[in-house]
């Protein structure tokens, strides 16, 4: 049977997605297929669609019954309104939308992408109505590259020790046994962070760094996170960092709230590489890749002055995606 979290969120899409009340036998057929069409599977049915229900309720869903039929009532209909999904209007700061707007960014991880995806393809499947407009509510929403993450996230949401090979830089791959408390970046990186059970101690793992797949051991709810335990704390203090460099970097005006933020110092009016806008020179600190990324995400609104080696890698990136 698919994941109880997987299900509950192709239940929400489907609903979510409907301009009609969908029937309760087209619920099943389309997300309760393993419940066999008997009067056992009749029961475990129920209890898990009333379960999920609740679970749904719980989280602030609002579900809408009404029945199919006007001259009778015993078959009911369901569906989410994007009325009741939706939220009222919420103002920021321009400081604050850019630190939201990094976040939202951030979280675009093909997880929950693919899980809304199958949804969709099994709707499409069962020649379900949908208007995918309305799906804009729940977007996706983390992206990592390292084939490491997902399996280590899910661990950390289920509280499951996993295993997994790891090599560190100079030395022979190692087997390790954790059990993991978060995932978290740190300096541009993804790290796994947790109890090691081979060494009784805390530690953190770079995912990029783990070999193969990661196996899930044991069942769920198997530990217990220790109470105040701050992931981003642990791995600021066990993850080894590059000393930061000081980069000055030409930024239009009106442009870089967030780079603007980490400066140290900002010079007004200075002269720029084109005459189409104003520009201002910053004084930027921070780790190499953290300040690279910061200005390649500002396109033509910033440029290197300094140092070499930082313009060397941001002009070298770009040439390869104008490729």
Same mark, same amino acid.
């Given at each position: 049977?698919?994941?109880?979290?997987?299900?509950?969120?192709?239940?929400?899409?489907?609903?979510?997605?409907?301009?009609?009340?969908?029937?309760?036998?087209?619920?099943?057929?389309?997300?309760?297929?393993?419940?066999?069409?008997?009067?056992?599977?009749?029961?475990?049915?129920?209890?898990?669609?009333?379960?999920?229900?609740?679970?749904?309720?719980?989280?602030?869903?609002?579900?809408?019954?009404?029945?199919?039929?006007?001259?009778?009532?015993?078959?009911?209909?369901?569906?989410?309104?994007?009325?009741?999904?939706?939220?009222?209007?919420?103002?920021?700061?321009?400081?604050?939308?850019?630190?939201?707007?990094?976040?939202?960014?951030?979280? &675009?991880?093909?997880? %929950?992408? /693919?899980?809304? !995806?199958?949804?969709?393809?099994?709707?499409? @499947?069962?020649? +379900? *109505?949908? #208007?995918?407009?309305?799906?804009?509510?729940?977007?996706?929403?983390?992206?990592?590259?390292?084939?490491?993450?997902?399996?280590?996230?899910?661990?950390?949401?289920?509280?499951?020790?996993?295993?997994?090979?790891?090599?560190?830089?100079?030395?022979?791959?190692?087997?390790?046994?954790?059990?993991?408390?978060?995932?978290?970046?740190?300096?541009?990186?993804?790290?796994?962070?947790?109890?090691?059970?081979?060494?009784?101690?805390?530690?953190?793992?770079?995912?990029?760094?783990?070999?193969?797949?990661?196996?899930?051991?044991?069942?769920?709810?198997?530990?217990?996170?220790?109470p105040g335990t701050d992931v981003k704390a642990?791995?600021?203090?066990?993850?080894?960092?590059?000393?930061?460099? &000081?980069?000055?970097? %030409?930024? /239009?005006?009106? !442009?870089?709230?967030?780079?603007?933020?980490? @400066?140290?110092? +900002? *010079?007004? #009016?200075?002269?720029?590489?084109?005459?189409?806008?104003?520009?201002?020179?910053?004084?930027?600190?921070?780790?190499?890749?953290?300040?690279?990324?910061?200005?390649?995400?500002?396109?033509?609104?910033?440029?290197?002055?300094?140092?070499?080696?930082?313009?060397?890698?941001?002009?070298?990136?770009?040439?390869?995606?104008?490729?």
């Amino acid at each position: 049977m698919a994941e109880k979290s997987e299900r509950l969120l192709n239940l929400y899409i489907m609903l979510l997605a409907q301009t009609r009340f969908v029937a309760k036998h087209d619920i099943r057929r389309t997300h309760y297929g393993d419940y066999s069409d008997n009067t056992r599977g009749d029961e475990a049915f129920e209890k898990a669609f009333e379960r999920d229900k609740e679970d749904l309720r719980e989280l602030g869903v609002v579900i809408e019954v009404e029945s199919l039929d006007h001259y009778f009532d015993d078959e009911q209909g369901y569906r989410i309104s994007p009325d009741t999904s939706s939220l009222p209007e919420i103002r920021f700061e321009a400081d604050e939308a850019a630190v939201l707007g990094i976040a939202a960014r951030a979280w &675009e991880q093909h997880t %929950l992408a /693919r899980a809304t !995806t199958e949804a969709m393809r099994k709707l499409a @499947a069962q020649g +379900v *109505e949908v #208007d995918t407009s309305r799906l804009e509510l729940v977007p996706p929403s983390l992206r990592a590259e390292e084939p490491a993450f997902d399996a280590c996230w899910d661990a950390t949401q289920k509280r499951r020790a996993v295993a997994f090979d790891y090599r560190r830089p100079g030395q022979e791959i190692a087997r390790r046994h954790l059990q993991p408390w978060g995932v978290v970046r740190s300096s541009g990186r993804w790290y796994v962070v947790g109890f090691d059970v081979d060494r009784g101690a805390e530690r953190v793992f770079r995912l990029s760094r783990v070999q193969g797949m990661v196996t899930p051991l044991g069942k769920s709810a198997a530990y217990d996170v220790p109470p105040g335990t701050d992931v981003k704390a642990i791995a600021a203090r066990l993850v080894h960092t590059t000393p930061d460099i &000081e980069a000055t970097v %030409l930024c /239009r005006q009106r !442009t870089g709230v967030a780079l603007r933020r980490s @400066a140290t110092m +900002v *010079e007004e #009016d200075v002269a720029g590489p084109d005459d189409l806008s104003a520009w201002d020179r910053l004084t930027v600190t921070g780790q190499f890749q953290d300040v690279a990324n910061a200005v390649l995400s500002m396109g033509s609104n910033a440029v290197v002055a300094g140092p070499e080696a930082l313009r060397t890698d941001v002009l070298t990136r770009l040439t390869e995606v104008a490729r």
